[in-house]
């Protein structure tokens, strides 16, 4: 293989692994989301019970929800999930972008000379390096999610499936 071979490899590669990543960062973001919405309604939940009449003679079941309802607010400011919500979508869309970007140098600037090409691909390592410098990591869990509903189709273009059925 010559050289031109090697990068336009290795940019499928390297979109084939943003492809990846993105994804489990966005099957990170809706479960980050989630908790962003359920830890307040949580307390909103315990304060109302820990109130409410009808359990004012369970002093313990009040008590446990008056406890949680004052602390579920701490946790999660600790957890700073607002904060994390928006990193997660910039490394989600910047590794999709990536994704997209890696191919299309694998088709199309491949056709350049090798200079340009390299050049091209120099420039979108440079952004790969600026996103992983965030240093984001995805539970293990929702690498296997995105991995499962890669691997399902879900992102499987027809006009690939097209020309895999015309060879």
């Known amino acids: 293989m010559n050289k031109v071979q090697e ?6 590669r390297l979109s084939e692994g943003c492809l990846y990543t993105s994804t489990s960062f966005y099957e990170f973001l809706k479960s980050l989301r989630f ?10 939940i315990c304060g109302a019970v820990a109130t409410w009449q ?27 999930l607002p904060h994390h ?3 997660v979508e910039r490394a989600a869309a910047e590794y999709k972008n990536l994704q997209d970007r890696f191919r299309q140098a694998a088709l199309i600037s491949s056709r350049k000379s090798f200079a340009e090409f390299e050049a091209d691909f120099k420039t979108l390592m440079e952004r790969m390096e600026k996103v992983r410098e965030q240093d984001i990591t995805p539970p293990e869990r929702f690498f296997k999610k995105g991995q499962k509903k890669v ?12 020309a895999l059925a015309d060879r």
């Open 35 to 44: 908790w962003n919405k359920a830890i307040p309604v949580a307390s909103i």
């Open 7 to 12: 990068l336009a490899k290795e940019c499928g």
């Open 85 to 87: 919500i928006e990193s």
């Open 151 to 162: 691997k399902s189709g879900d992102y499987t273009f027809d006009i690939d499936l097209e």
């Open 54 to 80: 009808i359990v004012a003679d369970e002093k313990l079941l009040a008590g446990v929800a008056a406890l949680l309802a004052g602390i579920i607010p701490t946790i999660s400011e600790a957890l700073k």
